[in-house]
């Protein structure tokens, strides 16, 4: 059971992006020679001033060696059948190259007896077995020389590929030309799992895709370009109550009816319950006791004053779910900022998670949640508090406030026991008076991105010129200053002709010119034809359009732009200035948000869903604000040039109200992130102390310490462990016995070819074990057993938890908290996995051999600045390899 | 400008590649259904699960095979069909190591990292194989069915279960009501003006592959390759309006027993069984012979009462996770009989069924959780020529799975020699 998830989660998670394939399996013969190494020595001023030209690291060596000593064991067991004279299966082990890497055919042979000895094939049950430490030393060293013999294989000598636009990079770059930000849901997302999203290798293109991103501009330009006139601004008022009063008063009644009638045939002997309008003797006893179970909370609602002026959150059961306020939809053409204004007051007596709204928003089914407030006056006081909403163009959506919710049947689940212990349900935490909604206040950006589109017409242009000139300069500005073709300009007019004969006004004519602008590959890719002078460095322009990729996810501005084309921007010093400005600009939260989540694989954090019986307080808000929480402590990490070891071990941590309400913290007021000092004994502080972290480190019902250890070595210690080989035999010896994670894991101990890897990962994990699986911190581990009721196991079984492990160099933790400071001394590793995230972020390919030199230098000049965020990426800027094709 | 002229040259070859629907067009229906009376069609149907199955459950017992066998309880209501039905264990990939592919290699076995420094590549899948020949004389050379928000259904990368000759995704539709009025609505539209329409859709293919070209010319070696794959966009865009062209002028046929517009709101089992009966009624009125469909799996198991997501499902242990999982496998054979029932009672006008001349799968390419050993694999109809029936237990467990797709193109008709991995036949089934 778990155990066969724990372990497989890791062959999964393996192939993120410190894997990048590294299965063999998947070699086959196109393998690149390869190429030399472009560190041509330019003799140029700004050579100087390179930080790369100094390498002095000396080039790893390209070799995969098995060691030699293991030639005994192929000589006890598998010579008999697998040397030159049988060469049983074509297998010949006695002119295997120990090279695992030296041709393609052999790192096939290498793997084919990975596969075989991992499985337990090899050696035939008939003969003599392996011993455990043989195998296990075999194994490790393995599997340690195949995840290098793929790397050598695959590595293409540094080419950075053609790169398309990634489906946020292309949302983001037509928002920033024509202010609006398009739908790309029919686009694939570009996260094909391994990887960052910016590798152009793996970024494909298929026919379907150029037929969305027609439509898309065509539809993104009609909006800019012939806005429909903007809605005017409203207030539309709810009064909530109009609606549920009725809505429970109805229920109450009907219920009590139902009940009544139910009642009427139990008192006779004579008539059928048809009669009384109930199918059968079941349905009577529903009936029944659907009256018992839910008209208490209704009568109680009903007759409390404050439900004639306001509504009072309630989980109602048969009713909808939770009391939730829908607000009027927000039109398709209707952009625009809007306000949502309440008024509310909280019950005292309520659970502290109750005193928050949720703002949620649905479209075609799917729930978003946005936003929360946390309402702190009473109700002889009430408040009224807000929340701003952007809504996007062509979008249709409904808002709506309510309590705090879970994903499942958690609020339901939970409401019942509540009821079984007061009588009531769950004590409502919340009453909100009215819901105002104004707006929207139009959006500033189209209308601009459209002036600028349409240029300032001189006085005597006629339509044609005009036509060809805004084209024109559209065309440079998408193709990120490259001056179109004559022939392919000559052509876009020709669609601005047609159009304009069929009768169609000049804006309107200009649209399919356009929209085929933004459908052209040099659009789409980020084309580098580099200098004149084949030194193979970029040009200006270029170097600027990788730049504002990397920190932006996006085209350059126009500062930037100017700069590149004034040849300024590869002067060191202007180009330093300008990364520091795009760091500033509010654009960097797509750097923060983008790279983040996929550095540290933070897609896992929705993979599961959590149960709200068994973890109540691990509701949506919390999810959705864990996973901010990471972002917002890198985003102060960098802006505050913190040491980026902060990450592993701090005595703060970056939260706001609902979080801190969540940790168990000093409380703190308001919705925004802030730094705020943990106490000494606390376990938060350190991406080892987040929710997020621990949540990702489980599958929603059991904590993983095999998934946690794993994340650690691989973001952390940046020593990831090789990934398990595919269709692992489950281990079931241990099914249906009632066992502590810790316990569980043993199992990994007992056969060599999981101890090998196991050993290393599962005691890291182990270290972590006061973390449930929603994060929180615990000292005992309870395991439900046997039934459940209202979604509660009825028993369960308590584990004494045993936080002691090690780590793969062998340093002993007793606990989390000494677990937490040896790994804080990791921080020169943690900046070079950091460095090398980066470099493959930046560079749109897969980390290779060629790159150490570089990493090297970012690490050095990091180093001397404190390893501020900000001085690894003026590093990988500044150096040659990024300012190169 | 060289290559403007190669495009040129390769649409007027793809051109000729497709048969255009004279036949129809000239009114010659009593000689075409006349031939149809003598061979009624052959056709393809590949049904994928996303997520794998409750695997110790969901496959027979490995102990009786041949034609005496059991189907497993969650399978029991395909059981008025066994004897049309196979069910083939020990079929596999041998380079899906990806635990959250279900449907992305199924029908290509492609080799993810065959090109270095890529972390993605696909090639051809089954059906679309299928399709260069199947699909010359229908109007829809395939049909790809899809569902909505299927991200996290466990189907991996990709737009539908095909993959076109280049292992580039094709895209389907994702509604039933998208599928209705793809098969059965005219466009009301003036035909000199949608002729009119093509050639404007034309004319911009033209502009942005002058934009190819002029860059093309400017790339390195690699380059060139990554911009080819737009360039073949553009052609694959022209050889399907060429299509669109020719058939402009030919009405869409109604089956007899005509389907409902379906609702807009229909979603897992109801959305599944309305997909099936697109089907049949698509396959009465002959208008694609070729069929895949990516099933969704969080609305069918939310339109069974559950209200996890499907990977939670998939990671089923003992408990809720579980039995949703199984209820989610009895549900897909419940839904798979009763479309063998409606592919049985369709008769052709050689009294034949539809059954009897459709290879039709379901499966997935992932076994349970994260395995990919062993994919569930049940197959069904006359098509392919299968003597069907049977539980078949392969010798060996690695046997490619795509020796049954080489075996049903065979079946078939479309004489290829190997497909993805293939190693030969499945002699079982001949």
Not at chain 2, 32 to 46: D, E, G, M, Q
Not at chain 2, 299 to 320: K, N, P, V
Request: glycine share 8%; hydrophobic share 35%.
């Amino acid at each position: 059971m778990s155990d066969q998830q724990n372990h497989l989660d890791v062959q999964t998670s393996g192939i993120g992006r410190s894997h990048i394939g590294v299965y063999f399996s998947e070699m086959t013969c196109k393998m690149n020679h390869i190429t030399a190494l472009r560190i041509g020595v330019i003799a140029s001023l700004y050579c100087v001033l390179w930080l790369t030209l100094q390498s002095s690291a000396a080039e790893p060596e390209r070799k995969a060696l098995m060691p030699k000593q293991h030639s005994a064991l192929f000589r006890a067991h598998c010579y008999e059948c697998h040397a030159s004279e049988s060469e049983e299966a074509g297998v010949n082990l006695e002119t295997i190259s120990y090279d695992v890497a030296a041709s393609v055919e052999n790192a096939e042979l290498w793997r084919k007896i990975l596969g075989a000895i991992n499985s337990g094939e090899m050696p035939p049950k008939d003969s003599k077995s392996l011993s455990a430490p043989d195998k296990t030393a075999f194994l490790e060293d393995l599997t340690a020389q195949m995840v290098i013999a793929r790397k050598i294989l695959g590595d293409t000598g540094g080419v950075i590929p053609l790169r398309r636009l990634n489906r946020r990079e292309y949302a983001n770059t037509i928002d920033d030309l024509l202010g609006i930000q398009p739908d790309v849901t029919s686009l694939p997302d570009d996260q094909v799992g391994a990887g960052f999203d910016t590798q152009g290798g793996s970024l494909f293109f298929s026919s379907d895709q150029l037929e969305n991103y027609l439509a898309t501009a065509n539809a993104s330009l009609r909006l800019c370009l012939l806005p429909r006139g903007a809605p005017q601004a409203e207030t539309t008022r709810v009064e909530p109550e109009d609606t549920f009063n009725v809505q429970y008063r109805d229920y109450l009644a009907e219920i009590k009816d139902t009940h009544d009638r139910g009642i009427a045939w139990q008192n006779q002997t004579e008539k059928p319950p048809s009669e009384f309008g109930i199918l059968d003797e079941y349905s009577v006893k529903k009936k029944i006791g659907a009256y018992k179970d839910y008209s208490p909370q209704l009568e109680w609602y009903l007759a409390r004053p404050e439900s004639k002026t306001g509504v009072i959150s309630i989980t109602t059961i048969k009713s909808g779910g939770v009391t939730r306020i829908k607000l009027p939809k927000l039109a398709v053409n209707a952009p625009g900022k809007y306000t949502v204004r309440f008024r509310a007051a909280h019950y005292p007596e309520a659970d502290e998670r109750f005193h928050y709204v949720e703002l949620s928003s649905t479209a075609t089914g799917e729930r978003r949640h946005i936003a929360w407030r946390k309402v702190t006056a009473t109700l002889d006081a009430p408040e009224v508090m807000s929340f701003e909403y952007e809504h996007l163009p062509g979008e249709s959506r409904q808002l709506s406030l309510s309590s705090r919710t879970h994903q499942d049947r958690g609020d339901k689940n939970l409401w019942a026991i509540h009821r079984r212990d007061n009588g009531l349900g769950t004590i409502p935490g919340l009453w909100i008076d009215w819901v105002e909604v104004t707006g929207p206040e139009p959006y500033q950006a189209p209308s601009e991105a459209a002036k600028r589109i349409l240029l300032d017409r001189p006085d005597g242009m006629d339509d044609d010129r005009y036509a060809l000139e805004v084209i024109r300069r559209f065309a440079i500005r998408a193709f990120r200053s490259r001056p179109p073709q004559p022939d392919y300009l000559k052509q876009l007019f020709e669609h601005y002709q047609a159009d304009r004969q069929s009768g169609m006004s000049l804006t309107e004519a200009l649209i399919n010119p356009l929209a085929i602008v933004l459908s052209s590959p040099e659009f789409l890719y980020m084309v580098e034809s580099g200098r004149p002078d084949n030194t193979g460095r970029l040009t200006d322009s270029e170097l600027a359009v990788r730049l504002s990729y990397l920190l932006w996810s996006s085209q350059p501005d126009m500062e930037l732009m100017d700069l590149a084309t004034g040849s300024r921007l590869s002067d060191p010093a202007v180009l330093r200035e300008q990364a520091d400005r795009l760091l500033s600009d509010p654009r960097h939260d797509r750097f923060v948000h983008d790279f983040v989540h996929q550095w540290l694989q933070m897609d896992r954090l929705g993979m599961f869903q959590f149960d709200g019986v068994q973890y109540p307080t691990f509701d949506n808000a919390v999810r959705e604000n864990a996973r901010e929480e990471v972002f917002q402590t890198f985003k102060l990490v960098m802006n505050e040039s913190l040491p980026i070891g902060t990450l592993l071990n701090s005595d703060f941590v970056v939260i706001n109200d609902l979080l801190a309400g969540y940790y168990g913290l000093p409380q703190v007021d308001g919705s925004e992130f802030r730094r705020v000092k943990v106490p000494a004994n606390s376990p938060r502080g350190g991406l080892l102390g987040t929710a997020a972290v621990m949540a990702m480190g489980s599958d929603g019902i059991r904590t993983s310490p095999v998934e946690r250890g794993a994340w650690v070595l691989r973001h952390l210690l940046h020593d990831p462990p090789a990934p398990a080989p595919p269709n692992v035999p489950q281990l079931s010896r241990l099914d249906g016995e009632v066992l502590s994670a810790r316990e569980l894991q043993k199992a990994h101990q007992e056969q060599p070819q999981c101890a090998q890897c196991h050993r290393k990962i599962d005691p890291i994990g182990y270290g972590l074990e006061n973390f449930s699986a929603d994060g929180l911190w615990r000292e005992i581990e309870s395991i439900g057993t046997g039934n459940k009721r209202n979604g509660r196991f009825i028993k369960t079984v308590d584990f004494q938890i045993d936080p002691s492990g090690q780590l793969p160099s062998g340093e002993s933790f007793k606990d989390y908290f000494e677990l937490r400071k040896t790994v804080g001394r990791y921080e020169d590793d943690f900046a070079r996995g950091f460095a090398e995230a980066l470099i493959e972020y930046g560079l749109g390919r897969p980390y290779e051999f060629g790159d150490q030199s570089l990493v090297e230098q970012i690490l050095e000049a990091a180093k001397q600045d404190g390893y501020a965020v900000r001085s690894f990426v003026h590093a990988l800027i500044q150096s040659q390899t990024f300012q190169s094709r | 400008m060289k290559l403007k002229t190669n495009r040129r040259a390769v649409l007027r070859g793809a051109g000729a590649l497709i048969g255009l629907p004279l036949l129809e067009s000239f009114g010659f229906q009593r000689f075409a259904s006349a031939v149809s009376v003598t061979t009624p069609p052959k056709r393809l149907i590949f049904c994928g699960m996303g997520f794998g199955v409750t695997a110790d459950r969901w496959y027979p017992d490995r102990n009786t095979v041949g034609t005496q066998w059991e189907l497993p309880g969650i399978l029991k209501p395909l059981q008025r069909h066994q004897s049309d039905i196979s069910i083939i264990q020990n079929l596999m990939h041998r380079y899906s190591a990806d635990g959250h592919s279900g449907s992305t290699f199924w029908l290509t076995g492609a080799n993810r990292y065959e090109i270095p420094g890529q972390s993605f590549h696909n090639s051809v899948s089954v059906d679309q194989v299928a399709a260069e020949v199947l699909g010359e004389q229908t109007r829809f050379t395939s049909l790809q069915l899809c569902a909505k928000d299927v991200g996290s259904d466990g189907h991996g990368p990709g737009s539908s279960l095909a993959w076109n000759q280049h292992g580039k995704p094709v895209a389907g539709f994702d509604t039933p009501v998208a599928v209705f009025h793809r098969l059965f609505s005219d466009d009301k539209t003036p035909l000199a003006e949608r002729q009119a329409a093509m050639r404007k859709q034309r004319s911009v293919l033209d502009t942005v592959s002058e934009n190819a070209n002029s860059i093309f010319r400017q790339l390195g070696k690699e380059d060139k390759e990554k911009l080819t794959e737009y360039m073949e966009s553009v052609r694959d865009i022209e050889i399907r309006l060429s299509k669109e062209e020719s058939w402009l002028i030919v009405e869409k046929k109604r089956p007899a027993n005509p389907v409902r517009e379906p609702a807009e709101s229909l979603e897992g089992l109801e959305e599944i069984r309305m997909m099936y009966d697109l089907m049949v009624a698509a396959m009465q009125v002959d208008a694609s012979r070729v069929f895949t469909y990516r099933m969704p799996v969080t609305s069918l198991i939310e339109s069974l009462g559950a209200t996890m997501s499907a990977h939670s499902m998939s990671h089923y242990s003992e408990g809720e996770r579980r039995t949703v999982s199984q209820n989610r496998d009895t549900a897909h054979a419940k839904l798979l009989a009763e479309f063998i029932d409606k592919l049985k009672a369709s008769k052709e006008a050689d009294g034949s069924s539809l059954f009897d001349h459709v290879a039709l799968t379901l499966g997935t390419n992932l076994s349970s959780v994260h395995t990919l050993k062993n994919c569930p694999t049940l197959i069904a109809g006359g098509g392919a020529g299968f003597k069907q029936g049977q539980h078949i237990v392969m010798d060996d467990e690695k046997t490619p799975l795509c020796n049954l797709w080489l075996s049903t193109l065979n079946g078939i008709g479309v004489n290829v020699t190997s497909h993805g991995d293939s190693t030969g036949l499945i002699d079982q089934l001949a």
